[in-house]
Every structure is written in C-alpha cells, then in structure tokens.
C-alpha cells in the first residue's frame, strides 16, 4: 500500500491510502450546500463512499499521488 500525507482544515494531518482514492475535485465553495470546512481547497472522495477535505490544491495532491 503506498500513502500520501494531506493536512485537514483544521490542520492536523493524515495519511490516505492512494489505492483507495476514487477521484480527486475542488471543494465545494463556501456557502455551498456541500460546502466543506473552510480552508478546504480539495476533496478527495474514496472508493467506501466517503471523501476527506484538506487544505492542499488539487493540483498538490495529484502531485503526491504521483
């Protein structure tokens, strides 16, 4: 398994498995019914039908993944 460390908006950081990632968009925007917590750049949706914002661009974590 290969993983990738992303921050939270709330700053504290995890580790993703990268084979679970389904897909990889911009957040929602502020005031958005599917808004995220601010600070949220991306969201990272996952195969079990649950998804994680952090505070890297989209373009960041497509870097990490690699």
Same mark, same amino acid.
């Given at each position: 398994?290969?993983?990738?460390? &992303?921050?939270?908006? /709330? /700053? =504290?950081?995890? #580790?993703? $498995?990268? +084979?679970?990632?389904? =897909?990889? &968009?911009?957040?929602?925007? %502020? /005031? =958005? %019914?599917?808004?995220?917590?601010?600070? #949220?750049?991306?969201?990272? $949706?996952? =195969? $079990?039908?649950?998804?994680?914002?952090?505070? +890297?661009? &989209? +373009?960041?974590?497509?870097?990490?993944?690699?």
């Amino acid at each position: 398994m290969h993983f990738i460390t &992303v921050t939270r908006p /709330g /700053g =504290s950081k995890i #580790a993703l $498995n990268i +084979e679970s990632i389904l =897909s990889v &968009v911009a957040a929602p925007p %502020p /005031g =958005s %019914p599917l808004a995220g917590p601010p600070g #949220a750049q991306t969201r990272i $949706n996952f =195969s $079990n039908q649950t998804h994680q914002d952090v505070t +890297e661009t &989209v +373009e960041q974590v497509l870097d990490l993944i690699g």
